[in-house]
């Protein structure tokens, strides 16, 4: 995610960064363990609402979608079994059947590895020596914009055209603003997210952090919705910013995609470092967000590269079921949610193509065109290396209308904020399609974009006409 975020790096560098001071970190290692099944569970398929919301049951079977084995948890005497001395279990996955556990000693997770109800195990952190200090500007928030940021007798002030662009006004004027719709938000930081004024309004219905979740320890309870964050949570604004391209309402200034909507804000993301054990905590955020209920998935994350010497992703590995992290994506539409990622950022570098999980099928990745409609240099290309069509869809991410995390408004450029203008507009669409299934949708947005007749691995399908996409979910 750090790498999706380079141009914004350049050009701080640019203005003068100054050096930050580092602090020294304890070390310790992070292991993934397979499991081989999960035969002694005390969970029944027949009881899914011990370990899934209603909603999140209404959510399938209105799509005609079964609770099946992979939603059931990974069994707490498995897990029991790595909490020993020494030993500190992160978390789990349901659906791949892993177990997360952190340790300062790589005997005792070496000797977990040999336990018989392991099927393999991976190193997927190692700290480092130091990570730098994040100052705290919490403290420095804006209550009132500049008169400049505003555009007198336009609602939707400097965010219309973004909206414009993909034919969106026309479905907010027909009543669709995601009303009744949730998402989740999976990303590195939602810096005052709780007091920028321009976000008041926005329904947040729970945070959660999986990266340093204060007070949590074992397996994750996925059916709560009560978490306490620390100041990690709030040390970042990457993802106030992409909460704000959906939920932001400040008439004549900027209005989202989807001001209506419901949200949950889930950090996946350690800002701090590049390592596997991100793909665990996003994993965990998804799977925790299809528990509550959530109906779409917006991620402006990608992975490619690791450091450390972990092991990292070749251009061969991007077909969507290498990657733990690809794999987990390419469950959602399964589960009946539609999930947005970003491309990526590197179009401009040696990499050039997208990372993971933006290669999982089924989902809609989002690459970034300019004001009028020009790729933008930076902007991931394709396709997947099994031969799919990659970016699915392009918006706007060059000078892309947000909220800051001190309440300004900002023009930002990235993949990060072209997939939540693309996101909020999806669930608008849904909101008024609630017959159709999760797949539906998806086909639905490539259908309606420019290109789909004649896709490329620049573009995708194009630029997606929500209007077009509504008036033919309505007909069909």
């Given at each position: 995610m750090k790498?999706?975020?380079?141009i914004?790096?350049?050009?701080t560098?640019?203005l003068?960064?100054?050096?930050?001071?580092k602090?020294?970190?304890?070390?310790?290692y992070?292991?993934?363990?397979?499991?081989?099944?999960?035969?002694?569970t005390?969970h029944s398929?027949?009881k899914p609402?011990h370990?899934?919301s209603?909603?999140?049951?209404e959510?399938?079977?209105?799509?005609g979608?079964?609770?099946d084995s992979?939603d059931l948890?990974?069994?707490r005497?498995?897990?029991r079994?790595?909490a020993?001395?020494?030993?500190?279990?992160l978390g789990?996955?349901r659906?791949?059947n892993t177990?997360?556990?952190r340790a300062?000693?790589t005997l005792?997770?070496?000797?977990?590895?040999?336990l018989?109800?392991?099927?393999?195990?991976?190193?997927v952190?190692i700290?480092p020596d130091?990570?730098?200090k994040?100052?705290?500007?919490?403290?420095?928030?804006h209550?009132?914009?500049?008169?400049?940021?505003?555009?007198?007798?336009?609602?939707?002030?400097?965010a219309?055209?973004?909206?414009?662009?993909?034919n969106g006004?026309?479905?907010?004027?027909?009543?669709l603003?995601?009303?009744g719709?949730?998402?989740?938000i999976l990303?590195?930081g939602f810096?005052?997210y709780?007091?920028?004024?321009a976000?008041?309004h926005a329904?947040?219905?729970?945070?959660?952090d999986?990266?340093?979740?204060?007070?949590?320890?074992?397996?994750?309870?996925y059916?709560?919705?009560?978490?306490?964050?620390?100041k990690?949570?709030?040390q970042?604004?990457?993802?106030?910013?992409?909460?704000s391209?959906m939920?932001?309402y400040?008439?004549e200034?900027?209005?989202?995609?989807?001001?209506?909507?419901?949200?949950?804000l889930l950090?996946?993301?350690?800002?701090?470092?590049?390592?596997?054990?991100?793909e665990?905590?996003?994993?965990?955020a998804?799977?925790?967000a299809?528990?509550v209920?959530?109906?779409?998935?917006?991620s402006?994350l990608g992975y490619?590269?690791?450091?450390?010497?972990?092991?990292?992703y070749?251009?061969?590995?991007l077909?969507?079921?290498?990657?733990f992290?690809?794999?987990t994506a390419?469950?959602?539409?399964?589960?009946?949610?539609?999930?947005?990622?970003?491309?990526?950022?590197?179009?401009i570098?040696?990499w050039?193509?997208?990372?993971v999980?933006a290669?999982?099928p089924?989902i809609?990745?989002?690459?970034?065109?300019d004001?009028k409609g020009?790729?933008?240099?930076f902007s991931s290309i394709g396709?997947?290396?099994?031969?799919?069509?990659k970016?699915d869809?392009?918006a706007?991410g060059?000078?892309?209308?947000?909220i800051?995390g001190?309440?300004?408004l900002?023009?930002d450029?990235?993949t990060?904020?072209s997939?939540?203008v693309t996101?909020?507009m999806v669930?608008?669409?849904?909101?008024g399609?609630?017959?159709?299934?999760a797949?539906q949708?998806i086909e639905?947005?490539?259908?309606?974009?420019?290109?789909?007749?004649?896709?490329?691995?620049i573009?995708?399908?194009?630029?997606?006409?929500?209007?077009k996409a509504y008036?033919?979910?309505?007909a069909?």
């Amino acid at each position: 995610m750090k790498r999706l975020l380079f141009i914004a790096l350049i050009l701080t560098v640019a203005l003068g960064a100054y050096a930050k001071s580092k602090r020294p970190v304890k070390k310790s290692y992070v292991y993934r363990y397979y499991l081989i099944d999960k035969q002694p569970t005390s969970h029944s398929l027949a009881k899914p609402q011990h370990f899934l919301s209603e909603r999140s049951i209404e959510r399938r079977t209105r799509q005609g979608l079964s609770v099946d084995s992979t939603d059931l948890p990974v069994p707490r005497q498995y897990v029991r079994q790595f909490a020993v001395k020494g030993a500190t279990v992160l978390g789990t996955s349901r659906w791949q059947n892993t177990v997360v556990v952190r340790a300062a000693d790589t005997l005792v997770l070496n000797r977990l590895a040999q336990l018989p109800i392991v099927r393999e195990a991976r190193c997927v952190y190692i700290a480092p020596d130091s990570i730098e200090k994040n100052d705290d500007i919490s403290w420095n928030v804006h209550d009132s914009f500049n008169r400049w940021d505003s555009v007198r007798n336009e609602p939707y002030g400097m965010a219309a055209h973004q909206i414009e662009m993909l034919n969106g006004l026309r479905l907010h004027e027909a009543g669709l603003t995601g009303k009744g719709m949730v998402i989740a938000i999976l990303d590195g930081g939602f810096q005052n997210y709780d007091r920028i004024p321009a976000l008041q309004h926005a329904k947040v219905l729970g945070v959660r952090d999986f990266v340093e979740p204060a007070g949590q320890t074992g397996s994750t309870n996925y059916t709560s919705n009560t978490s306490s964050v620390g100041k990690s949570f709030h040390q970042i604004d990457h993802g106030t910013r992409v909460f704000s391209a959906m939920a932001a309402y400040a008439p004549e200034v900027m209005i989202g995609t989807a001001p209506d909507a419901s949200y949950w804000l889930l950090r996946s993301e350690d800002p701090a470092t590049e390592q596997p054990v991100e793909e665990d905590f996003w994993t965990m955020a998804a799977e925790f967000a299809d528990s509550v209920g959530v109906d779409v998935i917006n991620s402006s994350l990608g992975y490619h590269q690791y450091d450390d010497g972990l092991p990292s992703y070749r251009l061969r590995d991007l077909d969507g079921r290498t990657a733990f992290i690809s794999r987990t994506a390419s469950m959602l539409a399964r589960k009946g949610i539609v999930h947005c990622n970003s491309a990526g950022n590197s179009g401009i570098g040696e990499w050039k193509k997208i990372g993971v999980p933006a290669d999982a099928p089924n989902i809609l990745t989002v690459g970034a065109v300019d004001k009028k409609g020009v790729l933008a240099a930076f902007s991931s290309i394709g396709p997947s290396q099994d031969g799919r069509v990659k970016p699915d869809v392009v918006a706007l991410g060059h000078n892309t209308t947000l909220i800051s995390g001190r309440g300004t408004l900002v023009h930002d450029m990235g993949t990060s904020f072209s997939t939540p203008v693309t996101c909020g507009m999806v669930t608008c669409l849904w909101q008024g399609l609630r017959q159709l299934t999760a797949l539906q949708i998806i086909e639905l947005v490539r259908q309606s974009a420019d290109q789909y007749d004649a896709p490329n691995n620049i573009y995708g399908y194009g630029l997606p006409d929500f209007w077009k996409a509504y008036q033919s979910g309505i007909a069909h």
